[in-house]
């Protein structure tokens, strides 16, 4: 879930890619993001603490796609906190 000003403003999906890591697109964490929030069955909601968005995201060397490299990495805590994904 993507929150923008404390209102939910989008739902994406992502794919566990780590114990503490989601791969999403990009344009799901651009723009205006305040705070993400992971979802899953089985550990139920984890804020994130961090992403990062591919680095040419949007640079298509044509000018034809905007979504170019459209992909962003969701971090979720880290070890000491005990708050990662079950995988």
Aim: net charge negative; hydrophobic share 45%; charged share 15%.
């Amino acid at each position: 879930r993507i929150s923008e000003e404390g209102i939910q403003q989008a739902l994406c999906s992502g794919t566990v890619i780590g114990s503490y890591a989601v791969l999403t697109a990009a344009h799901c964490v651009e723009s205006g993001t305040i705070a993400i929030t992971v979802s899953s069955p089985l550990a139920g909601d984890i804020p994130a603490v961090a992403y990062a968005v591919h680095p040419q995201r949007g640079l298509d060397p044509a000018g034809i796609d905007a979504n170019f490299k459209d992909v962003a990495v969701v971090l979720t805590g880290d070890a000491s906190s005990g708050t990662g994904l079950s995988i």
